[in-house]
């Protein structure tokens, strides 16, 4: 789908002025220009188009608020003048995945002044030596270069912040209560299984008892019984001897 045509679409029915935020990514920029974006969009604030085809930004039409802007895996590698006189507030620019090559190429950078994050990943000119102290000495303004500061420290992410802060928020005495009633829970539990393993353990000593006293049983029976079978025995020889005795008679 070309750009002008998305542009439509995303607009769903509104006026340019009402759209703060428009995302074009992948779809295709027939010369490598800008297409379908006017002076209209005064409100816009967010604009990604990422992976168009652009390769110059000469079409780009004044947008006084934005701020945040994406153009990473495109074509460009030079006419970044352009952001300065257009779009003069940014704050966040993703250039990364262009052909951006030389420290020039990123010199009209400077008239941003408000720029704070530039991502240059993936481009050639992060192979020039000392790379990262060149760009922060050309760029002072820039405080986050491929999203780390100059003492290698990440930049925060500012969507994460707040929900980190949402969920401080609602954590608050139920999180504090929940801990409480874990640990009781732990405590009990530690308890009962005490208790259990003590009961286990004399259960277990107790059925040895039994084991033994059955035993104990059989072999008194089975000793019963063979004294009784022996009984029987000498009874049937005496017996045996007696009628012996009479035949003799």
């Known amino acids: 789908m070309d750009m002008k045509k998305r542009i439509t679409l995303e607009l769903r029915n509104r006026s340019p002025a009402e ?19 006017t002076d209209a969009f005064t409100e816009l604030e967010f604009l990604s188009m990422v992976n168009v085809g652009l390769s110059s930004l000469a079409k780009l039409p004044s947008l006084p608020k934005l701020r945040k ?23 966040y620019l993703n250039l990364s995945g262009n052909k951006i090559k030389e420290l020039s190429n990123v010199e009209a950078l400077q008239n941003l ?20 102290e060149s760009v922060f000495e050309l760029l002072p303004q820039v405080t986050y270069l491929d999203g780390f500061d100059q003492e290698d420290n990440e930049a925060p992410d500012s969507e994460a912040d707040d929900e980190d802060e949402d969920g401080e928020d609602g954590a608050g005495p139920t999180g504090d209560y929940d801990d409480e009633d874990d640990e009781e829970e732990d405590e009990d539990g530690s308890e009962g299984g005490e208790v259990g393993l003590g009961f286990q353990v004399n259960r277990g000593d107790q059925e040895d008892d039994d084991d033994e006293d059955d035993y104990a049983e059989e072999e008194e029976e089975e000793d019963q019984a063979g004294v009784q079978g022996q009984k029987r025995k000498r009874d049937v020889d005496d017996e045996g001897e007696d009628d012996d005795d009479d035949d003799d008679d």
């Open 19 to 37: 759209i703060a935020e428009l995302v074009v990514d992948n779809s295709r920029s027939a010369d490598g220009e800008v297409e379908g974006l």
């Open 113 to 132: 002044k408000s720029l704070q994050s530039l991502d240059l990943f993936n481009c050639e000119i992060t192979s020039l030596e000392d790379y990262r």
């Open 69 to 91: 802007l994406e153009l990473s895996d495109n074509n460009l590698s030079g006419s970044l003048e352009t952001l300065s006189e257009k779009c003069p507030n940014l704050t």
